[in-house]
């Protein structure tokens, strides 16, 4: 379900979607494996929308490069860029929200 990017690869593939979903996580955060769980029924609803992750401590340039070192963070990719970014957990409506109101 979700694509996994690194920090050799990011900045290329954003910059071939149209929109998507990124989320920065760690292996072992549990929040991170609970947002996880709202993107995945965000997909259901939302079928068109690509999932990609990104471990931020396998991918610390590119976490550098965002301006973020809290996980986990939801990045709203449209027309190839990062165009906002959330800290923290949501609800699968905030996540909604979220994604449309960019």
Do not use: W
């Not at 979903?21 to 079928?47: D, G, R, S, T, Y």
């Amino acid at each position: 379900m979700f694509t996994e990017l690194s920090d050799t690869n990011f900045a290329e593939t954003i910059s071939t979607i149209e929109t998507g979903i990124v989320i920065c996580f760690k292996k072992l955060c549990p929040h991170c494996k609970n947002m996880e769980k709202v993107l995945e029924k965000f997909a259901k609803k939302n079928a068109g929308v690509p999932l990609f992750n990104l471990d931020s401590e396998e991918n610390p340039k590119t976490m550098e490069g965002l301006k973020t070192d809290r996980i986990p963070t939801i990045l709203v990719i449209k027309n190839g860029t990062v165009a906002a970014q959330k800290s923290g957990l949501m609800n699968p409506k905030e996540m909604i929200a979220f994604y449309e109101g960019v």
